[in-house]
Nanobody, 127 residues
């Protein structure tokens, strides 16, 4: 059974950093795109960042690209999202996702391109 499990969220003050992790099990995703999405209170889920299977190609939501860094360690079957200088508007549930098919490159930004999803990790940023 394929599982994606996020961790690393929490309640933090504005300005600090967090690193979210997404650990995959049940199959390897080393050749599959993976991504992060988030759902803020009262808002639709939105794309945050994505990374190709090799890690060589990344994509970001424009408004976060200067503070967020996506990476992956295929040996650990784990993806990460480093978030620096957290802002209250970053408050959301963060979800990781992975594609079923090999690739694609560039990694997709649309949620319907992803087949596997985690349960989410809450990030709450206080001002």
């Amino acid at each position: 059974q394929v599982q994606l499990v996020e961790s690393g969220g929490g309640l933090v003050q504005a300005g600090v950093s967090l690193r979210l992790s997404c650990a995959a099990s049940g199959r390897t995703f080393s050749r599959n795109a993976m991504g992060w999405f988030r759902r803020a209170p009262g808002k639709e889920r939105e794309f945050v960042a994505a990374i190709s299977g090799s890690g060589g190609v990344t994509a970001y939501l424009d408004s976060v690209k200067d503070r967020f860094t996506i990476s992956r360690d295929n040996a650990k079957n784990t993806m990460y999202l480093q978030i620096d200088s957290l802002k209250p508007e970053d408050t959301a549930v963060y979800y990781c996702a992975a594609t079923f098919r090999i690739g694609p490159v560039p990694p997709p930004r649309t949620s319907n391109s992803y087949n596997y999803w985690g349960q989410g990790t809450q990030v709450t940023v206080s001002s």
